[in-house]
């Protein structure tokens, strides 16, 4: 069964602190690694997509890498304006998307 | 160009209900997907619709239904609401069979 696990589950950093979110997966025909931002009460938003192993990308403090088991999003100097729920999701070979839980990270000023 | 756009925002029904959450889809996408995110969860898929046709579907029972219509929007119906339907439902649209997803804000419902 395609799987998608995200931890830590929750995550508080100091301003500025660099930390990185893990996203491990299962996933039949990977056909896509999906990174989205959602805040509370809103839709998530896109973030990336990663199709292959030893694939990055970079917006601003976010960089998201992929590897054949997991995917990391590292963000580096985190500003408090990065809270947020940040939501990893394969897509499989039957056009799905499986998410993962989230990590909700609060970055204290 | 405009984003996928959801209604009602917020909703409260009585269990026993039937239920209809609409989707406009953004401008220039032909494929929608429908999610059902449980607080603390992440979403979970419900089904697709491609040209006014289903072609995906997760593990929900056949009480939730769609549509898709010719300008691409969709309605979820879902009948004999349960207290455990209660959820924030998203809908995403993309072009084709790509998996980049433009999520909308979401319809939050309630079922007392």
């Known amino acids: 069964e395609d799987q998608v696990t995200q931890s830590p589950e929750a995550l508080r950093l100091q301003e500025g602190e660099s930390s990185s979110l893990n996203c491990s997966y299962t996933v039949s025909g990977l056909r896509g690694l999906f990174w989205y931002r959602q805040d509370p009460g809103k839709g998530p938003e896109f973030l990336f997509t990663l199709y292959s192993a030893g694939e990055e990308k970079e917006k601003e403090r976010l960089k998201a890498t992929l590897t054949k088991k997991e995917s990391f999003l590292h963000i580096t100097a985190p500003k408090p304006e990065d809270s947020a729920t940040y939501l990893c999701?394969?897509?499989?070979?039957?056009?799905?998307?499986?998410f993962g839980k989230g990590t909700r990270l609060h970055i204290l000023p | 160009e405009t984003g996928v756009t959801q209604s009602p925002t917020h909703l409260i029904k009585t269990r026993g209900q039937q239920v209809t959450l609409r989707c406009s889809s953004q401008?220039?996408?032909?494929?929608v997907s429908w999610y059902q995110q449980a607080l603390g969860q992440g979403p979970q898929f419900i089904f697709q619709?491609?040209?006014?046709?289903e072609n995906g579907r997760g593990n929900f029972p056949p009480r939730f239904s769609g549509l898709q219509f010719p300008n691409y929007s969709s309605e979820l119906n879902v009948n004999a609401l349960e207290l455990d339907d209660s959820a924030l439902y998203l809908c995403?649209?993309?072009w084709g069979d790509g998996q980049d997803y433009t999520f909308g804000s979401g319809t939050r419902l309630t079922v007392v």
């Open positions: 995403a649209s993309s």
């Open positions: 999701a394969g897509g499989n070979r039957d056009d799905k998307i499986i």
């Open positions: 619709y491609y040209r006014e046709e």
């Open positions: 401008s220039g996408h032909n494929t």
